[in-house]
């Protein structure tokens, strides 16, 4: 009979109950191992399945006989009295018991163990799938930003060019600014989300680095309102306003070009609408949809089915309007 044991103390009992149980699991986990750890990743490679049975049958032959050498010459020469042991030729030849009283019983021990580590593995592939979306959306999100910032940073040396050829005064006062918004732009504006005064502060140092360049013959006005300061992707609003200010005073032929901006926080809603005037001979540029579309992106990324956003264009203005809902996903500083 399979694994039998006779005792004739309770010590006696208990120290051959420990050795019989650390047989079991010692040969449960190699046959688990031997399951886990190779033959079913080989299962699982096509073209190779021939290979993965054929080192099964070996691979379960020789656990077998390992274990039916261990049990006849360590463990039964302990655990009962003296008998004829088999030899190891015997032992080698009789596949019925190998087969049947090792090999099966082995194996079955080791559907527990093999079960836990399927569990371990799908866990550790969906967590690695996660970090590697989350790696790509934040990639995705430096890249839409890198498109943005040069932009913008094009069109405000041009300003600037344009006032040092004129010999302004105030080209000096307009460098000033600028190196203040780029300070933000590059040490400021690195993490998913920030401050939403930073962003006033961004959008108030852009406005006046405009009105420099356009005297009194821009008008703008910024109006915000706050119940709170919440936190918000950086750059979003700063490339809706620069927007507005290309299509809306860049683009103007001699007429009082208007751009009124709006920020609204009121519990946890967001809400921000830029207008401003157009020429009426403006064609739609496509360095606007560019831009446009660069948004959208952004906040699909960042906001998902959280957010709205539409744009309204007629004969005399264009309106963006963007509102977010700020969740308690979006930390309130």
Known sequence: MFFSKNTSSESEGLYIDVLYTVYYESFSMIGAYFLSYRILPRLMTPQRHNWAWAEFFLGAYTISVVARITMIYGIEPITRPPIPQESIQEILT?????????????????????????????????????LLEKQKAETELKILKAQLNPHFLFNTLNNIYSLSVANSPITSQSIAVLSEILDCILYRCSSMYVPLTQEITLLENYISLEKLRYDDRLSVVFNHEMDQNGMIAPLILLSLVENAFKHGAGEDIGSAPKIEIDLKLTNNNFDFTVRNTICKTELEASSSKIGLNNIIQQLDKIYPENYTFNVTKTDDDFTAVLKINLTSKYNLV
């Open 94 to 130: 009789d596949l019925p018991t190998l087969f049947v009283s090792y090999s099966l019983h082995i194996l079955s021990l080791s559907i527990f163990f093999i079960f836990i580590k399927l569990i371990k593995d799908q866990y550790i592939i969906q967590k690695r799938s996660l």
